[in-house]
């Protein structure tokens, strides 16, 4: 979500730029100094290749320049970065995502619920916690019309139908290219990543909101 973003990835990064150039805020930073900032941008998503707009920040995309490509071409795709990853022993390797995130697909979902229950038990409450709107916007007159859910079923978390696999992710076990590729990461692929610059809260609305 845009407000988790901009609290949670813009600020800290910020912050620690700034320190790392010796002008901690409110100490205006000098014109032509600035950090720059890696950022693993696949070919697949070159898209959300996006400069920070701030001065003192510059953002790179290594993987957007790397030969070594299955294809041939320049630029690393998911699917290069995971055969790399898994040639140096790292078996899985998920998106990132905030826990409660919801542009999480059913895969997503079921992994936060089966993998990591102390996640999943926070997803649920933050969900149900969600429900009449934000606390703020509702004590300054702005009230949630409807009701917000984190799973685009429009049903709290869990009772929210993510067993259900979805035509997307058949297609794509179908399309397997990488028989070793484990389910979880083929099911993955079928949610876009979020990365500080680029946050898919951007291009669209990010809770599911029933009407009343
Ligand atoms: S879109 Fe999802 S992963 Fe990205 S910042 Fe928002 S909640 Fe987090």
Redo the contacts with the bound molecule.
């Keep these: 979500?845009q407000r988790?973003?901009s609290e949670y990835?813009l600020k800290p990064i910020k912050r620690q730029a700034r320190q790392l150039l010796g002008y901690p805020h409110p100490k205006p930073v000098p014109r032509g100094l600035h950090a720059e900032q890696w950022i693993g941008i696949s070919r697949d998503e070159f898209h959300r290749a996006k400069d920070s707009g701030i001065q003192y920040l510059r953002s790179a995309f290594p993987l957007l320049h790397l030969d070594g490509a299955a294809d041939g071409r320049e630029g690393w795709t998911r699917d290069d970065c995971l055969r790399y990853l898994r040639a140096n022993g790292w078996a899985s390797t998920p998106k990132s995502?905030?826990i409660?995130?919801?542009?999480h697909s059913n895969a997503q979902w079921r992994r936060l619920r089966d993998e990591q229950p102390e996640e999943w038990a926070d997803a649920v409450a933050f969900d149900a916690a969600i429900r009449a709107g934000n606390a703020r916007g509702n004590a300054m007159g702005k009230p949630l019309l409807g009701e917000a859910y984190l799973h685009r079923s429009r049903r709290p978390l869990d009772q929210a139908p993510i067993d259900r696999v979805t035509s997307h992710e058949w297609a794509q076990r179908q399309t397997d290219i990488f028989a070793q590729i484990a389910d979880a990461e083929l099911d993955d692929n079928d949610a876009e990543g979020?990365s500080p610059w680029s946050?898919?809260?951007e291009e669209t609305t990010?809770v599911h909101r029933e009407s009343a």
């Design positions: 979500m988790s973003t990835k995502a905030c409660g995130c919801p542009f979020c946050c898919r809260s990010h």
